[in-house]
């Protein structure tokens, strides 16, 4: 068991040391920004903006008939339950 837990070990810690360097570089290298007036220099630039977000078209659901303003995205969650009987 040592033999496979000691590698298993190393690959978990590597990829927390990949994943931290990441976190780090683009805390970095975040541009503060508004969103009132966007930069053209901006561009393809990891940036942190603050603000509301806002659609002027509708979003709709055709399935069930369901029309919403002032929304960006609807997200469906299906469920399905089964009875099943058993009988002695």
Known sequence: MIFIALP???MNER?????YKVITRGRDEV???SCDDPQEENQY???H???ETSTES???DE???LVYNDVLKIK???EVYQWKEVVE
């Open 15 to 19: 990829k927390d040391v990949k994943i």
């Open 63 to 65: 399935m069930f008939g």
């Open 58 to 60: 509708q979003v709709a």
């Open 31 to 33: 541009i503060e920004a």
């Open 8 to 10: 298993m070990i190393w």
């Open 49 to 51: 903006v603050q603000g």
């Open 76 to 78: 469906r969650s299906v």
């Open 45 to 47: 630039k990891l940036i």
